[in-house]
């Protein structure tokens, strides 16, 4: 298996050489993001899942205890909610520690052309911390929702509640750091006077 | 934008309100471990051998009928399998191991728990779990039960995952009920982002930013 990775991602450094001398930089952001995504996949996410899971449930447990709505058992990544006479224990596995996301969101990045290593690695970390906080908020909506409302509304405030809190904050991180980054950093064009200003010079 | 943060803001004060806002919770609190109280930080896995001291640190939950005491009932799931306590309510209401239902991310399987020898005796039991549709013994499944003179029954028992599908990791929902135990069910859920979505919305983000750069680079 670790021969077949470091093949993988030595082939995909010599595409990504290639894109680059090729000036092709809308490919070598995709190849780039793609392969970074799978690379970090494979080879980080069963290090990390784990102890970020067990993060999320215990920050989101700090927050349950304050309120004293629901319960964390953050060594099992486990968060248990009461509801009158109703109970649900919500597992953080992998595919809601949020470590999926972190990826996602470092591969974009690491790819993006307009920012330079230093800037990167601040918006990195600004990031992934961001990314940690709004899967809390989005597990504490949950939590909080089917301890007002039951087992009955679990289906609404996971599939639907959460996630809208969810992709609303990540939406807003997106914005500020790829959609406004762009049009702030444009180049405005060469710079000439207008027939106005000439005359008057 | 002025009205975005002050929605913002009304959005934040009013979950900060409600969360404080508390529900009553009918059940006996001392089922409930805090997080503070639990009895360590160390994972301890679940082992079927009639010993139940390794239940103490996962949550559990009262099942009952109005008019009776609450058993306490555990769910609980890791990567492989699915782990089930029953503790009777008192000494004088024996073990009933019928229709125990698992619901698996919507699909139905009852299962009544028996005594391997026949009867159940003082000490540990081992126990057959069996589908009750067919009357199936599930041998892959494990189940002990341990009774003593003047203490509740209890119950512990495991099905692999991979019984119920056979890739154990795409499981998301289990719960189980018993109307032989009351009228209360248990969940044990994951809760997934849909990370799909996320990366889209990226991209989006980025290519929205391109087409505004762009169409302002004309104008």
Known sequence: MIPAIIFA????????????????????????????FILMMITLQPIITLPLAKAVAAAAGLIGNITGSFYSYYQYSLIFIRHGSESISLYVDYECSGVIEIFAFLSLLWFFPLYSWIEKTVISLIG???IFVANIIRLTVICLAIYWAGNDIFFFAHAILGRIVFYVLSIILFFYVFTRAQIIKQKVGNFTYGQHASDHI | MKKLRQLSFLF???FVVLAFFNIAVYAAEDDIIMLDEASGNAYTPIVIDGSFSDWSDKPSSPIYYSASQPHTASLYRDEDNVYLRIKM??????????QYKFLIDGKDYTFDIVASSGSIQNGLNNMDVIRSNGY?????????LYRQSGQPDEMEMMIPLDYFYRQPNMLKTITFSSSNLGTQSITATGVSTMPIFFVASGLVAIAAGYIIKMRKQKA
């Open chain 2, 136 to 144: 199936q013994l599930v041998a892959v499944a494990s189940a002990r």
């Open chain 1, 128 to 130: 992934v911390l961001y």
């Open chain 2, 12 to 14: 934040v004060s009013l």
């Open chain 1, 9 to 36: 991602a030595l082939a995909w450094i010599y595409i990504l050489h290639l894109t680059d001398r090729s000036k092709l930089p809308f490919f070598k952001f995709l190849i780039g993001s793609v392969g970074f």
């Open chain 2, 89 to 98: 309510s008192d000494p004088g209401y024996a073990f009933v191991g019928n």
